[in-house]
């Protein structure tokens, strides 16, 4: 019996079971208040249309389910070990964000910053090869400018943000074990400019406790295209098969602001 379908995605043991009881609060400190806010869905109303592009089983390897939902007050995505992108990796991801159907893009020589919490169970596996929770990504460029991603190394699991343009150099990883199954927030600022001009700035927080801050200047943060746009989601390969299992990730408060 498939543990999610059309019918009963919203009711399945995967979706109910690992659930948290309690709602926290995303944080609400953006900074300088040259930040402006761009786009804050309500998944109760919003639904995905706060998205651009729904990647769900692109490849329809998996027809009867469903894997990427709008709940009341979260988003869900859903990720079966069976599910395929391809012959070797797999995704359901979301796509670049609009506000009240008006694309909001990343252009050349912006600052943006990514506020959300995230919620990661026991079984979302960091693993040997990537798999990847999100993405910076320009148009027609196959390679993403930054990456958030769970890797493993042994029987050691990280969280790490990577930097395309700095040759996949590391940023800011942490144990991945002390942050699953609790809400964590995310902050991701990124200055989307070429050459030398980029930052990145990267944090975790688990409550009050700050477990990742960590920026770096003067790398290449525009490979091309003519704008630049988020992704979430699950996006892995599926060379470490040992680690993948039925799973999902959970994503709420999310808001996305621009320096103005």
Known sequence: MELFNRRTALRGALAVAATPLAAGVASADVGATAFKEKWGPNPGVDGLKAFVGIEDDRSNSHPSATHIFAESDQYRFVMHKSDRDGSDRQRNEVRAIQKSGSRQDMKKGETWRFNYQMFMPTSLKGTTSFSHIFQIKHTAVASPVITVSLFRSGSAESIELRLFGAGQAKLGSTPLAPLRNKWI???????????????????????????????????????????????WGIYRSINDSAQLQDTYLLLRNMKAYRDE
């Open 185 to 231: 927030d995310v902050e991701i600022e990124v200055k989307v400019a070429d050459g030398s001009g980029g930052r990145a700035r990267f944090s975790l927080k688990d409550g009050p406790t700050t477990v990742v801050n960590a920026t770096r200047s003067g790398i290449d943060m525009w490979l091309g295209g003519d704008q630049a746009h988020p992704k």
